[in-house]
């Protein structure tokens, strides 16, 4: 487990370090890349839902959308703007993933996209999503990827080391054993290329400004130029080189 006092790499002073429409971008992207790893369509049967760390309640906002019985479980530490349709029609609740009661065999669906980081007792998690989904029902990861090239390439300014909640990094391997241990069928793991598309430019800029602000390097407004300048050569190298993605997903499920 990673501690930031002792290994810093330059972390930034907040939890949150993203841009908005970057945000709502990523989201978009994510929900796509979410129902086609779970076969949850918009014309899907009412599901009960569960999002671990739910932030702005962008992807959970969706799914209300859609239909779903949807609820979030976040301790609030972004403390960010919610949609009114999710306030008044979902289920949130202001708790840790680790010290949550997620109940048995209560949801079809849990997911948490880059959460599982910031756990301290990831097992512990892991097996309280088995319980709380039903026979046959999926849990959906996205995390960082430690084995990720870039983390090579940059060393101690790979962005996503910025993060100072950032404590606990897996390798497909460790994660999917350590789904296995709470009783979870073996996963199946991906390496999404559109994933935090901007990762790579802003590693390179950490590597040029070494001075962490409140909000991390996106917070730079010095920076907006140089993401439109360098993204289609992003886009392009990650396309020639995936061993680069930061970012893997992994679908499991318990079994029926």
Same mark, same amino acid.
């Given at each position: 487990m990673r501690d930031p006092a002792v290994c810093p790499a330059n972390h930034r002073e907040h @939890?949150?370090?993203? /841009?908005?429409? *970057?945000?709502?971008?990523r989201s978009a992207l994510t929900l796509r890349s979410l129902r086609r790893a779970s076969a949850i369509r918009a014309e899907s049967p009412r599901l009960r839902v569960l999002e671990l760390g739910f932030g702005r309640g962008i992807l959970l906002t969706r799914l209300l959308r859609d239909g779903h019985e949807v609820t979030g479980i976040d301790p609030g530490m972004l403390q960010r703007d919610l949609e009114p349709d999710l306030v008044a029609h979902g289920t949130l609740r202001a708790e840790s993933a680790e010290t949550a009661d997620l109940g =048995? $065999? %209560?949801? /079809?669906?849990?997911?948490?996209?880059?959460?599982?980081?910031?756990? #301290?007792?990831? %097992? %512990?998690? *892991?097996h309280s999503c088995f319980e709380a989904l039903r026979p046959g029902g999926a849990l959906y990861l996205m995390t960082p990827d430690a084995e990720s090239a870039g983390l090579r390439v940059f060393r101690d300014a790979w962005w996503n080391l910025e993060d100072p909640t950032h404590i606990r990094f897996f390798s497909p391997r460790s994660i999917t054993g350590m789904l296995r241990a709470a009783g979870f069928e073996r996963g199946r793991v991906r390496t999404p290329r559109w994933d935090s598309i901007t990762l790579e430019i802003s590693s390179l800029l950490r590597m040029v400004d070494r001075r962490p602000g409140e909000h991390g390097i996106l917070g730079e407004p010095w920076a907006r130029p140089v993401y439109a300048a360098l993204l289609p050569v992003a886009v392009?190298? #990650? @396309? @020639?080189? +995936? @061993?680069? $993605? +930061?970012?893997?997903?992994?679908? =499991?499920?318990r079994p029926a």
């Open positions: @939890a949150w370090g993203g /841009d908005g429409g *970057f945000d709502r971008v =048995t $065999s %209560a949801f /079809d669906l849990i997911y948490g996209v880059h959460v599982v980081e910031h756990l #301290r007792d990831p %097992a %512990a998690v *892991f392009a190298v #990650r @396309a @020639a080189w +995936p @061993a680069l $993605s +930061p970012s893997m997903e992994v679908i =499991t499920h």
